[in-house]
C-alpha cells in the first residue's frame, strides 16, 4: 500500500510539474471577455465566458484564429480569422471570399450552432446563423446574421510583414476591413481549444473541444 501511496504521489508530481510547464511554454489559458464587439464578431465559434486555450508556439497560418493586440488599442485584443499573408490578394465583402482568386464558401450548413445576441452596431437582439466554411487545410464556423444587406465586395493587396484579419462573423465584424491589416508579431497566441463555456462544466455541449 506504501508503494502504490508514493507512485500516486510522484505521478501527481510529474502530472502537476509537467501542467505547469506546458502552461508556462506552450499554452495560455484566456477568457473570453464581455466585450460587445469581441462576443459578435467571434460568433459562432467563441462566446463570452469562454475558457480557451491560447497556443502560444510556432507561426499562425491562413486559417488561424488568432488573438491580436488590437491596433486601436493596443492593451486591448482582437480576434480574427487569418485569410492573407504578404503578398495575397483578396477579394472580400460579406460571405464571399477569394484568396489569390480561388474562392471560399460555405461549405454546409450546422443549425445548431446558431446564435441569439445583441448586435453592438444597432443594440438590436439578431440571429447569427452557422455555416462551415472549409480553408487553410481545416474547417472552421462562419456566421452570417439573418435578413442582412449584402456587403460590397472590395479587393485587398496584403503588405509585407502584415496579415489581414477576418471575423467569424461576416456581417457583424471587427477586423481587417474596419482596422485595417495588423503584425504578424502581435498575432503571436492561436485559439485552439475551448475548456469549458460561462455556463462552466456541467455544459456538455461546449467543454472540452478544439475550436476550429
Known sequence: ????????GWTA??????????????????TVPDDEWIVASSAPTLSAG???????????????????????????????????????TLEL?????????????????????????ISPKTQQRV???????????GWHYMGRVAKSSPEAIKTYKVDEGKVFLVSDNRDIHDDSRDFGQVSLDTCTH???????????????????MPIH
Open 1 to 8: 500500500m506504501g508503494g502504490f501511496a508514493r507512485f500516486a
Open 13 to 30: 508530481v510529474v502530472l502537476g510539474v509537467g501542467g505547469g510547464l506546458l502552461r508556462a511554454f506552450v499554452l495560455e489559458p484566456w
Open 50 to 88: 469562454d475558457l480557451v486555450l491560447l497556443l502560444t508556439r510556432g507561426v499562425p497560418g491562413v486559417g488561424d484564429l488568432v488573438r491580436c493586440a488590437d491596433p486601436e488599442s493596443p492593451k486591448s485584443f482582437v480576434v480574427g480569422r487569418i485569410i492573407g499573408k504578404p503578398g495575397d
Open 93 to 117: 465583402g460579406g460571405a464571399s471570399l477569394k484568396i489569390n482568386g480561388y474562392g471560399y464558401s460555405s461549405a454546409d450548413a450546422c443549425y445548431d450552432n446558431n446564435v441569439s445576441l
Open 127 to 137: 440571429e447569427v446563423l452557422c455555416g462551415r466554411i472549409e480553408i487553410g487545410g
Open 190 to 208: 492561436r485559439v485552439v481549444f475551448r475548456m469549458w463555456s460561462a455556463k462552466g462544466w456541467m455544459d456538455g455541449r461546449h467543454r472540452i
